[in-house]
RNA sequence: UGGGGCGUAGCCAAGUGGCCUAAGGCACCGGUUUUUGGUACCGGCAUUCGGAGGUUCGAAUCCUCCCGCCCCAGCCA
């Protein structure tokens, strides 16, 4: 009971898929890369989420596609805010997407004494000086987006004088923010990210990776396109809002001797309605304590996901399904809904669960007797067999299953009518007990011994196949049931706040679920069918005398639908 | 008032001057099948491509102007 990640697949014909894969083969079919590379790039400061899925499957897919490589290289250039737990996190979560990186895998980290000596290198070409401004009047010598920066005062130190602070920044001579290494580019450029960049600044924390060996560490427009060059990337992608760093990019490219020259690409981020997708909003979430942690079901975190019961191979077909376009997009939930629903119902086991247990006491089947029925375990593959669950006198059925007074279109059990237990037997409604308060307690019914497995020999119809469990057999469980974290399509986008659309209701706990035996041992991880009502997967939460299941999500309903319809 | 992008149905997205009176998917609406009110299957769903002009025998595709939306003023990435 489990969903291996299947191998992701080349397209199925030749034209290329989008405009990253175009430019992928013009570059190819010109001769100008005989092999492509690209790279993904996470910060190590936070978990993954769905959008960072699109940008594995685009790094990733392409590199399979085009028979190249792709890279799993962590930009831990800020020791600030990276940990090693996230580095171990993301490796995971790439993994279980499906990708494989192979030998290929990098951080930025490992560049550092390359990276420290390409930056003398410019000072010394007196393209790069260390300036002394505060971050504030950096601030103010940077201008505006309509007017133009000025000059730093330290803008023309002199090569030697800039050499030997720098090196002093590196020894450790100065506090942190004291000084910082800029490129000397152009104060009065249109596009602020040419207003002399840092390059480097003075931090004081422990690196994941390199410890206390270094104070001064290289920023992401440095380190970024650099590594990219040592690692010989040839298609750097990366989203939308890097479009204006590409000059600056493509500036130390030219002004660096790089073993190689990549070049960079952007695609628009995914949005998803419905919920958030970004790093700090998620962190926000976690450690204000809104979730139970990264991986929680609610989040859109691939960790979350996955404890939820989304197959990787969903994910990757609803990053196959929304393209990869430079246009901003906000993708409905639905999508990602049917990609789950699509994958869920060929692969996953049937089983029988009441979750909203009414009692139901067939009256002519003999006390104290039991026996077993056959059921198939997945109608959408043969291969999966069946399975034998136990029938009894006493059972569970599902509380909405059962009306008194039915509306028309209602097909379930109701006094006086017939209906089909799945794979057991029709039974008819004979009379209803319910409490003084009026609540239905239990039901009482006849069973029709000639219709066991479910068909009647005499040809007569019913409108309804109810799922069941035999109360002598049930096991126990919780489910817990989820609804968007957030109420609002975007959230925030009417206060600027995204706790003001919080849903406070996206948790619902049933703790008096009755499960067929079966699903007494499942393991964690496996996504199963609970019939008529949806998937379900095992919650890592499971102990061995009671199991705990979180809805992955509902299958489609039509039923409520109607209800909805009818007022 | 600077720089960089983007605008094709409710959502995503093909389309690269004639085969576009515009693919495909999701959503939605009908119907068929059904021992899951699930699945599957069939049908419907843009005379129009942000708007206005222009070029052309011919424009979603080329040109001009206009409008709208997004990103950029971290020693974050």
Not at 329 to 353: P, Y
Request: net charge negative; glycine share 6%; charged share 30%.
């Amino acid at each position: 009971m489990t969903n291996a990640p299947e191998t992701p697949t080349a397209a199925t014909d030749d034209k290329p898929r989008d405009f990253i894969r175009e430019i992928i083969a013009d570059d190819l079919a010109s001769g100008r890369h005989d092999e492509i590379v690209t790279r993904f790039p996470p910060e190590p400061n936070g978990y993954l989420h769905i959008g960072h899925g699109k940008s594995m499957c685009l790094n990733f897919g392409a590199a399979v596609e085009f028979h190249g490589r792709c890279h799993l290289r962590f930009d831990d250039t800020n020791p600030a805010k990276e940990e090693q737990e996230f580095i171990n996190a993301i490796k995971a979560d790439v993994r279980w997407l499906g990708f494989d990186w192979g030998e290929h895998l990098y951080f930025a980290s490992d560049n550092f004494e390359q990276l420290y000596t390409w930056a003398e290198h410019l000072i010394i070409e007196a393209k790069a000086y260390v300036d002394d401004l505060s971050a504030n009047e950096m601030r103010e010598y940077r201008g505006t987006l309509t007017e133009p920066g000025k000059d730093s005062p330290h803008r023309n130190r002199g090569v030697h004088e800039n050499l030997d602070l720098f090196q002093r920044m590196r020894a450790g001579e100065f506090e942190d923010g004291a000084r910082v290494l800029r490129a000397k580019i152009d104060m009065a450029s249109g596009n602020i990210n040419l207003r002399d960049p840092v390059l480097y600044r003075i931090v004081r924390a422990p690196h994941p990776r390199t410890g206390d060996a270094w104070c001064i560490y290289p920023t992401y427009d440095y380190a970024h396109g650099q590594s990219d060059a040592i690692e010989g990337v040839t298609h750097s992608l990366c989203t939308l809002e890097f479009e204006d760093h590409r000059p600056l990019y493509d500036w130390l490219m030219e002004n660096l001797p790089t073993p190689s020259r990549p070049r960079q690409y952007e695609f628009s981020r995914l949005n998803l309605s419905y919920t958030v997708l970004s790093k700090r909003r998620l962190t926000q979430l976690v450690k204000d304590g809104h979730v139970s942690g990264w991986d929680d079901p609610r989040m859109p975190t691939l960790a979350g996901l996955r404890r939820r019961g989304l197959p990787a191979a969903a994910l990757r077909d609803f990053a196959s399904r929304i393209g990869v376009t430079k246009s901003d997009s906000v993708v409905e939930m639905a999508l990602l809904d049917h990609c789950v629903r699509d994958n869920l119902n060929k692969s996953a086991l049937r089983r029988m669960a009441v979750l909203d247990p009414l009692k139901v006491v067939i009256e002519n089947y003999p006390d104290g007797e039991s026996e077993e029925l056959e059921a198939i375990n997945n109608p959408e593959n043969d291969a999966d067999g069946t399975r034998m669950v136990p029938f009894g006198r006493e059972l569970w059925i599902e509380r909405a299953d059962f009306m008194e007074d039915p509306p028309k279109k209602f097909f379930r059990l109701a006094p006086g009518r017939e209906v089909r237990l799945r794979y057991a037997y029709y039974v008819t409604c004979t009379d209803v007990i319910k409490d003084p308060s009026g609540k239905v307690m239990e039901l009482r019914c006849t069973y029709d011994p000639a219709t066991k497995g479910g068909d009647s020999p005499d040809g007569r119809k019913v409108k309804a196949t109810l799922h069941w469990v035999s109360a002598a057999h049930a096991v126990a469980a919780e489910v817990r049931f989820y609804k968007n974290l957030f109420t609002a399509e975007t959230p925030g986008a009417e206060s600027g706040d995204i706790l003001d659309d919080i849903n406070p209701d996206s948790l619902d706990i049933l703790d008096n679920c009755q499960l067929e035996p079966t699903l007494g041992k499942t393991a964690v991880g496996d996504t199963v069918q609970f019939e008529r009502q949806g998937y379900f997967a095992t919650d890592p939460d499971s102990t061995p005398d009671r199991p705990v299941f979180n809805r992955t999500i509902g299958l489609r309903d039509t039923w409520a639908k109607v209800q909805k319809k009818g007022g």
